[in-house]
């Protein structure tokens, strides 16, 4: 936790800030008395959640746009970077155009980075690359296999940065999050991915009467109600721990990479249940075939951002996260 820290009018570039976790990374940073400099193509992101700062249009693909984006803020040190393409599902159907925003998209940005006075990056990576395992809570050292192309991007660009710390002595901070959820408690910004795939956010537009019958993709799991177990962790506090992650560099650190999960493991049906209790909606939903690509059960150790970032969860109560969301949704319908 940061209670005391502050920020001081420090600029910060965010890199895909438009979107849903960077829009609430900017906003942690205004309320930490920071400057969040927004630099997103719009590709998903929304203009409207870029409320804390100034908005640069530009897209990470484009070398030469990049670079002068960079030269004009070319006294920041600090970068956040989370542009990249995140439907696993596109991904299997367009390698190309995955590698090409994910992974070429991080070797422009870091290029940028190096013609100027940025030399810190906190990157958004995600529990996808480390592949089918049993091994619960995952470690950070868990072998990497992802089998996803996007969690291939993901173990890609760790890499690149890896590299780019030996030769260059970049500083970092990645950020490996498990699942996001939740919204800004003060129904400014939340998740507004078009088309949605996400569990949350599709399960409360169904309660809301959006017409779409909830599938749950398996039942037949070996897991205590047959359906698959995450853990999901409010953006609130995903946006906390790049705090946390500058006020470690702040203090020296030099490279971590860390798990941002609360450690607990939760249920498809469990979800169901606790939107149902929150919205006092009914919740009709049919089992469906398993998803191509999804694990039984994937949950975070927790204890290296604690130790190193000094980063807890404190919004993550399931009930906290389904109540945020279901606010952030109820007041787009009305
Ligand atoms: N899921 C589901 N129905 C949906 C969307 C998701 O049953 O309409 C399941 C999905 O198969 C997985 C869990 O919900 O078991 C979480 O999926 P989500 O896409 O939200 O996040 P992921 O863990 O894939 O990043």
């Known amino acids: 936790m940061s209670a005391n820290f502050t920020l001081n009018g420090r600029d910060i570039i965010v890199v895909g800030g438009a979107g849903y976790i960077g829009s609430h990374v900017c906003k942690m940073i205004a309320s930490t008395g920071g400057n969040p400099i927004t630099f997103d193509n719009l590709s ?15 897209d990470v693909r484009d070398r030469s746009a990049l670079d002068i984006a960079f030269t004009d803020w070319e006294h920041v040190q600090t970068v956040v970077h989370l542009a990249s393409s995140i439907e696993v599902g596109i991904g299997e159907k367009q390698p190309a155009e995955f590698y090409e ?3 070429t998209g991080a070797l422009n940005l870091l290029n940028a980075m190096r013609k100027t006075k940025a030399d810190q990056l906190i990157f958004s990576s995600t529990c996808a690359i480390y592949g089918e395992t049993e091994n619960m809570p995952l470690v950070e ?27 260059y002595g970049l ?13 800004d408690a003060e129904g400014e910004i939340g998740e507004e991915h078009d088309p949605e795939t996400h569990l949350i956010p599709i ?67 469990e979800i169901l249940e606790t939107i149902k209790r929150v919205t006092k909606l009914p919740l009709p939903y049919e089992p469906a075939p398993r998803r191509a690509g999804d694990l039984t059960r994937l949950y975070a150790d927790a204890r290296e951002a604690k130790s190193i970032l000094r980063f807890e969860p404190c919004h993550s109560d399931l009930e906290n996260i389904i109540r945020t969301a279901w606010q952030f949704h109820r007041s787009k319908k009305i």
């Open 171 to 183: 500083n970092y901070v990645t950020l490996r999050y498990f699942n996001a959820s939740g919204a």
């Open 101 to 103: 925003n994910n992974v």
């Open 203 to 269: 399960a409360i537009q169904s309660a809301m009467g959006s017409g779409r019958k909830m599938k749950i993709f398996g039942t037949d799991y070996d897991t205590p109600d047959g359906t698959c177990i995450r853990d999901y962790i409010h953006v609130t506090d995903i946006a906390r721990a790049h705090i946390d992650a500058i006020r470690a560099f702040d203090q020296g650190l030099k490279t971590a990479e860390v798990n941002i999960g609360t450690g607990q493991g939760v249920s498809n049906l």
């Open 44 to 58: 998903s992101g929304h203009a409207h959640a870029v409320k804390w700062g100034p908005f640069i249009k530009v």
């Open 141 to 167: 050292s868990e072998p990497k296999n992802p089998f996803s192309t996007y969690g291939k991007t993901k173990l890609a660009i760790e890499h690149m940065i890896q590299s780019f710390q030996n030769a």
